[in-house]
């Protein structure tokens, strides 16, 4: 584990014109003193999630980002893969995200489950003993990590740590949510991978996010910033503030302070001064405790929102871990299976699943 006393590099980016994207994340990257070798392997790992038509723009990595860096990689005749795991239809998804023509003018698309996989012994591990990744994952030289700054049902924020669970491949990461119910225990097992298997350098497309039913159903929000840090976990920490979240309080970022992953939760930041700029958070994380009562009493189950929104695609009946959803003919959710991942939120690409209000 490198040694934890990485800044935080904050520059403004006001759109995704490449031009300016390519000048941020230079920016970034001498702000944090981060410099590519000649001629090594490195895999890219964006946010792609699914397809998302209406909201793509705040649910996915900008491909922007992608080519930002990409550029830098072909000047330093570096060798590239573009990789991630997404929830639904892979190349589907890769192709509504815009990265699978990136991934073709500079280098090689990976859809993880599609190549050879190896297991990684994770003696360090809390929940996640063992697990398996793509062989390419292992073979790299270098992984750069490219999350989107997004709220999240489950885990309250999705950035650097988050984004290393699209390493899992396909339905393994069903499976695996099995074995981690609720927020304290998945977020273990996210700082599990993130301890076996580290970004040698982070940089968030947070120019425009997504706040509210976050990861997928919240509303986008445009923050004008990319971020960078050769410690994803000290990214976290400062990207969180800015959407007035406590770190101490997202567990999966307490969780990896706590294994030294990080120093603690001072984080030096060079650039631009971190903006305040308070995000709604997901409807069943508010801080009311009324609220939080009625989503003890209700155990935030899922339903179906709104019939006219859902197209009966059974999408989220077929990806429920806990085979929780029957159609009939929409998606109904038995209580007593649900294990309360919000999976079926964050695949619905209608937006039609919801929490009970
Ligand atoms: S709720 Fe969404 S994913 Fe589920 S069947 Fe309806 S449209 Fe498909
Ligand atoms: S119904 Fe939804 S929240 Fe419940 S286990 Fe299935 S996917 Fe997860």
Redesign the pocket.
């Known amino acids: 584990m490198k040694k934890c006393v990485e800044k935080v590099a904050v520059v403004e980016c006001k759109d995704y014109n490449q031009t300016r994207v390519d000048t941020a994340v230079k920016k970034a990257l001498e702000l944090i003193d981060f410099k590519f070798e000649k001629g090594k392997k490195v895999l890219i790992k964006p946010n792609v999630v699914g397809c998302f038509p209406k909201k793509q723009i705040a649910t996915t990595t900008n491909p922007s980002i992608v080519e930002a860096v990409c550029k830098i990689l072909k000047k330093n005749k570096c060798k590239i893969f573009i990789g991630d795991s997404p929830f639904t239809n892979p190349e589907a998804s890769f192709k509504a995200s815009g990265i699978d023509k990136v991934a073709k003018k500079y280098g090689k698309q990976l859809i993880f489950e599609q190549d050879k996989l190896v297991n990684v012994k994770n003696n360090k591990a809390k929940v996640l003993k063992n697990f398996k990744v793509a062989k390419t994952v292992k073979d790299v030289d270098l992984i750069i990590n490219l999350p989107k700054l997004k709220t999240h049902s489950l885990t309250k924020y999705t950035g650097a740590i988050k984004n290393f669970y699209g390493l899992i491949p396909g339905g393994i990461k069903q499976r695996t949510?099995m074995h981690a119910k609720g927020d304290k225990k998945f977020s273990k097992v996210l700082v599990d991978i993130f301890q076996n298997i580290t970004p040698d350098l982070t940089i968030m497309d947070a120019v425009i996010g997504m706040e509210g039913e976050g990861p997928t159903s919240g509303n986008p929000t445009k923050t004008g910033l990319i971020l960078a840090s050769k410690n994803g976990v000290a990214l976290d920490i400062v990207t969180t503030r800015i959407i007035g979240l406590n770190p101490k309080k997202v567990y999966m970022i307490k969780e990896a302070v706590r294994r030294k992953l990080y120093s603690g939760f001072k984080v030096l930041t060079v650039g631009k001064n971190p903006p305040k700029l308070n995000f709604k958070i997901p409807s069943n994380q508010s801080k009311s405790l009324t609220k939080k009562m009625l989503c003890k009493l209700f155990k935030e189950k899922?339903i179906v929102c709104d019939t006219k929104k859902c197209v009966k695609c059974g999408l989220?009946a077929s990806?429920?871990?806990?085979k929780?959803?029957s159609l009939k003919p929409y998606p109904i959710?038995d209580s007593k299976?649900?294990?309360?991942?919000?999976?079926?939120?964050e695949i619905c690409p209608q937006e039609a699943?919801g929490f009970k209000k």
């Open positions: 949510h899922p989220c990806k429920c871990p806990a929780a959803i959710v299976k649900c294990i309360r991942c919000f999976c079926c939120i699943m």
